[in-house]
């Protein structure tokens, strides 16, 4: 019975996770579809809101994902290595949540330490005017569009939209394998040198 269930688990996580070239390179089968939805919501013209922002009004980068753990944590830290202003918060996650170990690991090896990183959740978050908020996701967009559309002189983009290759939606790598994790962690050094090389010619 037990060996049983073992082979129903296996089975389960294969079709729910995918192949390891899903693993890797989309984290899991609902990544990479989320992918595709986005990728459908761009070419319909649903993300153009957040496809040109002022980059001369920008003085902060805010990089904002579910947690604070992970993804934006890691795009966070990376800007201020270049030079640049920036900060992160959660949209979901609590406040002083440390990153995720393998968060912290692969960073690690790409030369970004994010064992000083503490989180920060949205309630306790105050923008400011130049603030560009890059969420990681299209529904973490209009999330923050809608908290924060009106407020004078923020913005609002996804990063994704900045990487090479164009990733409208970065799946979140929580708890997902490590080769993913470097994946996401690529595509967001890419997408964080684009941005800066806007806010350079802007300057």
């Known amino acids: 019975m037990r060996r049983q269930t ?8 294969r079709l729910t ?5 899903v693993q890797r390179r989309f984290g899991t089968v609902r990544g990479l579809g989320r992918l595709c939805l986005a990728r459908a919501e761009q070419a319909a013209g649903r993300l153009r809101p957040f496809e040109r922002p002022d980059w ?8 904002v994902c579910a947690g604070n753990i992970c993804r934006s944590a890691y795009a966070d830290h990376r800007a201020k290595l270049l030079g640049y202003s920036a900060t992160s918060m959660a949209i ?10 393998t ?3 692969v960073a690690e090896r790409r030369g970004i330490d994010l064992h000083v990183h503490r989180s920060c959740n949205i ?9 560009l908020l890059v969420a990681m996701e299209p529904h973490q967009a209009r999330t923050l569009m809608g908290r924060f559309g009106a407020a004078p002189g923020v913005q609002v983009t996804l990063l994704g939209l ?12 929580h708890l997902l394998t490590p080769g993913y994790f470097d994946t ?5 050094d890419s997408a964080v040198r684009t941005m800066l090389e806007h806010l350079d010619r802007a300057r």
């Open 56 to 63: 001369a009004c920008v003085r902060r980068l805010v990089f």
């Open 184 to 188: 996401c962690f690529a595509l967001i």
């Open 6 to 13: 073992s082979r129903a688990s296996a089975v389960y996580l």
């Open 103 to 105: 968060a912290c690991a």
């Open 17 to 21: 996770n995918g192949p390891p070239y």
């Open 162 to 173: 900045w990487s090479r290759p164009s990733r409208p939606h970065l799946h979140d790598p």
């Open 123 to 131: 309630a306790d978050f105050g923008v400011a005017q130049g603030d």
């Open 92 to 101: 979901s996650g609590a406040s002083g949540c440390p990153a995720d170990p």
